[in-house]
């Protein structure tokens, strides 16, 4: 008799603690896979709460517009999309962010425009770049410039807090414009280290 009541009390404990931790709608876990041109969502709370459909479309939304960022980094995300998770009263928020990259880094999709890496790369063509630190010499990386906006380059030297970005591609252009003639040279320039924002992977 005692060991079916203690059976008894050790299932309603259980019980008890199910429906109190699975009942619980504070927490929230947010699971993104991205390849850097497209991206798969997931979310994980209680069986017994269902996540509110105008949270979801929301995490789709700040997704569509935010991953193809060049600005936008892992760290941004998870506190963009934590804070959209508070929106809907959720306390215990958890973003994870997976990619089929080396050291799990953010991938994202550029066009190169122009021939300055030519026969390396080509002008229009679409490229998967990861957002990280780490690159050495060699390295083609995307970069900010304060004259261009976002170039692509090769990395030919580093410095202490600097990079110094060449063109693969050697050929001076030259133009003929009426009595003018212009000479075009590829782009070699000193940018800040921090002004690397990706490199190109396996090139």
Request: one cysteine or more; charged letters at 25%.
């Amino acid at each position: 008799m005692k060991k079916y009541f203690l059976l008894g009390v050790i299932i309603t404990i259980i019980i008890i603690f199910g429906f109190t931790f699975l009942g619980n709608n504070d927490y929230l876990y947010i699971n993104i896979y991205t390849n850097g041109t497209d991206y798969e969502l997931s979310f994980d709370n209680s069986f017994f709460n269902e996540v509110p459909n105008e949270l979801i479309t929301e995490v789709h939304i700040y997704l569509t517009d935010n991953l193809q960022l060049s600005k936008s980094t892992k760290d941004t995300i998870t506190v963009d999309l934590r804070n959209i998770a508070r929106k809907y009263d959720y306390k215990d928020i958890d973003v994870n962010i997976e990619t089929c990259f080396e050291n799990n880094e953010l991938p994202y999709s550029v066009i190169v425009s122009g021939t300055s890496m030519y026969p390396t790369l080509k002008d229009g063509q679409k490229l998967i770049v990861v957002k990280t630190k780490d690159f050495k010499v060699n390295d083609i990386v995307v970069s900010k410039h304060d004259e261009y906006g976002l170039i692509i380059k090769r990395v030919n030297k580093i410095e202490a807090n600097r990079v110094y970005l060449i063109s693969d591609n050697k050929e001076t252009e030259v133009i003929y414009q009426g009595n003018q003639i212009i000479t075009r040279t590829p782009l070699k320039t000193w940018v800040p280290k921090n002004y690397i924002i990706a490199k190109l992977p396996n090139y």
